[in-house]
């Protein structure tokens, strides 16, 4: 029988077994100089009016007041937005649209940057145990095709009692070395509903009908002086998509031989990226800055975590390339310049 090195140690084929999900462990998953200085507006926070008031036919393509998304948008972690845009806004006294910009840097590199270098740490840990997994891999094989002469399995009992026992193994090692994968996901759990609270409180300010929305509607700089109507020149939403698509793109270099379901995933996000261009075409330009920015800052935290100097301080188990920003240029050129 075969013991697992450290704290696992254990038959490979003992039974009962408690198995978690699956013994395939996917590898890594794992989203303007400026001139203007508007006035500034102070209220206090009792002044942040919600959407309870409004009707959703007020912006295009939304919905009825009464419905899901007039509850969502009048939600406490919407308000708590709300209010920490506003008091950022007092606090700092710059213009609306640097202060959604500084707002929106706090946000990424406080909360969801170490979210992304956790994942990062989690990613490589599972990378780390697939040699020991697949050596294990063949001697359960060895073990289990030995049982079977000696109990008489069909094929498929062997294939259920490999399958069974791999799986049964692998969660200990996920267990040993502190890795489950359902931990890399943790990024896209608290990201996804702090974007989406975001932005629905810079909705929310860009139609309240009170002071606030006049220090938004002359907050903007450059062309998008009226951060409380959409961007008629669609600048901004086109800088959306472009930088949604860069982040794809730069994702899919990681790939040297993606299956068919990655290929897919990455086609649906491309599209979705092409989507966002004019659905962000259709909000205040409040929220296209924000998603734009968002975004943008998500790329550089992406360039910043392929650093040597910072795999060296996360401690990662895995080997990474010494060049990483030269190895992507140069898969960039090769993949769409030849």
């Given at each position: 029988?075969?013991?697992?090195?450290?704290?696992?140690?254990?038959?490979?084929?003992?039974?009962?077994?408690?198995?978690?999900?699956?013994?395939?462990?996917?590898?890594?998953?794992?989203?303007?100089?400026?001139?203007?200085?508007?006035?500034?507006?102070?209220?206090h926070r009792s002044s942040?009016?919600?959407?309870?008031?409004?009707?959703?036919?007020?912006?295009?393509?939304?919905?009825?007041?009464?419905?899901?998304?007039?509850?969502?948008?009048?939600?406490?972690?919407?308000?708590?937005?709300?209010?920490?845009?506003?008091?950022?806004?007092?606090?700092?006294?710059?213009?609306?649209?640097?202060?959604?910009?500084?707002?929106?840097?706090?946000v990424r590199t406080v909360?969801?940057?170490?979210?992304?270098?956790?994942?990062?740490?989690?990613?490589?840990?599972?990378?780390?145990?697939?040699?020991?997994?697949?050596?294990?891999?063949?001697?359960?094989?060895?073990?289990?095709?030995?049982?079977?002469?000696?109990?008489?399995?069909?094929?498929?009992?062997?294939?259920?009692?490999?399958?069974?026992?791999?799986?049964?193994?692998?969660?200990?090692?996920?267990?040993?070395?502190?890795?489950?994968?359902?931990?890399?996901?943790?990024?896209?759990?608290?990201?996804?509903?702090?974007?989406?609270?975001?932005?629905?409180?810079?909705?929310?300010?860009?139609?309240?009908?009170?002071?606030?929305?006049?220090?938004?509607?002359?907050?903007?700089?450059?062309?998008?002086?009226?951060?409380?109507?959409?961007?008629?020149?669609?600048?901004?939403?086109?800088?959306?998509?472009?930088?949604?698509?860069?982040?794809?793109?730069?994702?899919?270099?990681?790939?040297?031989?993606?299956?068919?379901?990655?290929?897919?995933?990455?086609?649906?996000?491309?599209?979705?990226?092409?989507?966002?261009?004019?659905?962000?075409?259709?909000?205040?330009?409040?929220?296209?800055?924000?998603?734009?920015?968002s975004s943008l800052v998500?790329?550089?935290?992406?360039?910043?975590?392929?650093?040597?100097?910072?795999?060296?301080?996360?401690?990662?188990?895995?080997?990474?390339?010494?060049?990483?920003?030269?190895?992507?240029?140069?898969?960039?050129?090769?993949?769409?310049?030849?």
């Amino acid at each position: 029988m075969l013991s697992v090195r450290g704290s696992v140690r254990c038959s490979l084929l003992r039974l009962p077994v408690r198995g978690l999900c699956s013994a395939v462990i996917h590898k890594k998953s794992p989203t303007p100089g400026f001139t203007w200085s508007a006035p500034t507006v102070c209220l206090h926070r009792s002044s942040v009016r919600t959407l309870s008031g409004v009707s959703g036919a007020d912006v295009p393509g939304g919905p009825g007041a009464s419905g899901w998304y007039s509850g969502l948008a009048d939600s406490a972690p919407v308000h708590l937005c709300e209010n920490f845009l506003v008091s950022m806004q007092q606090v700092s006294g710059l213009p609306w649209w640097l202060s959604i910009t500084v707002a929106t840097l706090s946000v990424r590199t406080v909360i969801t940057l170490p979210l992304a270098a956790y994942q990062l740490v989690i990613i490589s840990r599972v990378e780390a145990l697939q040699v020991e997994i697949s050596e294990l891999a063949k001697r359960l094989r060895y073990e289990v095709s030995v049982q079977a002469r000696e109990r008489g399995w069909t094929d498929k009992q062997c294939r259920f009692q490999f399958q069974k026992n791999l799986r049964r193994i692998v969660s200990q090692l996920y267990i040993r070395d502190n890795c489950h994968p359902f931990k890399a996901s943790i990024l896209i759990w608290i990201q996804l509903p702090l974007w989406i609270s975001l932005s629905l409180a810079l909705r929310n300010l860009s139609l309240d009908q009170s002071a606030l929305q006049c220090g938004l509607a002359a907050g903007g700089a450059l062309w998008f002086h009226d951060l409380t109507s959409p961007d008629s020149t669609w600048i901004l939403p086109v800088c959306v998509g472009l930088t949604n698509l860069l982040i794809v793109e730069v994702f899919a270099l990681q790939r040297v031989s993606p299956t068919y379901f990655q290929k897919l995933l990455l086609n649906c996000v491309r599209g979705f990226s092409v989507l966002m261009v004019p659905i962000a075409a259709t909000v205040p330009s409040s929220m296209a800055l924000y998603w734009f920015t968002s975004s943008l800052v998500g790329f550089c935290h992406n360039l910043l975590l392929r650093s040597p100097a910072i795999h060296k301080i996360l401690r990662l188990p895995t080997h990474r390339s010494d060049s990483p920003y030269r190895d992507l240029l140069s898969a960039f050129i090769n993949k769409y310049y030849k």
